[in-house]
């Protein structure tokens, strides 16, 4: 493959990450153990711009992980067009989420956990450090976020 397209700039590439953050539906979601056991899937999200907001069962793997750790690597599918957003986040149980953040959850999936049978827990992830890059490009200015301030 031969790269042709110029680099995009710091800014550029932070409104990018914002348009995604916006419009896409899922984001990969790690986190680990106690004991540094990985787990790493796939969870529908919403920005609400300061923070991103997950929903998943408290009971499982990452929900434990989220509450537990709370630490996270947030990404999306495309490798050619990298979004990497380490945060820290903070759980919230289905009677304690801020209604706004759930009711976008709602809108944006047609689905309210809040009204699930099964328990749900909701996690506010506030960006601590933000890269992206379009290949090796842009490679040596990833960085777009650092202790959870913009650098562009």
């Not at 990450?17 to 796939?42: F, Q």
């Not at 209604?99 to 328990?119: E, I, L, N, S």
Request: hydrophobic content about 40%.
């Amino acid at each position: 493959m031969k790269i042709t397209e110029p680099p995009r700039g710091p800014e550029e590439r932070r409104r990018d990450v914002l348009a995604r953050l916006e419009r896409e539906s899922d984001i990969w979601v790690a986190s680990a153990d106690n004991d540094g056991l990985p787990c790493l899937v796939p969870l529908w999200f919403v920005w609400d711009g300061e923070a991103v907001w997950l929903c998943t069962r408290p009971t499982n793997p990452t929900g434990r992980n989220l509450s537990d750790g709370r630490r996270t690597r947030l990404a999306f599918a495309d490798t050619r067009d990298v979004v990497l957003i380490d945060g820290e986040a903070t759980a919230f149980t289905a009677e304690d989420v801020p209604a706004t953040a759930a009711d976008a959850f709602a809108a944006k999936y047609g689905w309210d956990p809040r009204q699930d049978r099964a328990p749900y827990s909701f996690f506010r992830v506030r960006p601590l450090a933000v890269q992206a890059w379009h290949e090796v490009r842009e490679l040596p200015e990833r960085r777009l976020m650092r202790d959870g301030v913009w650098l562009a």
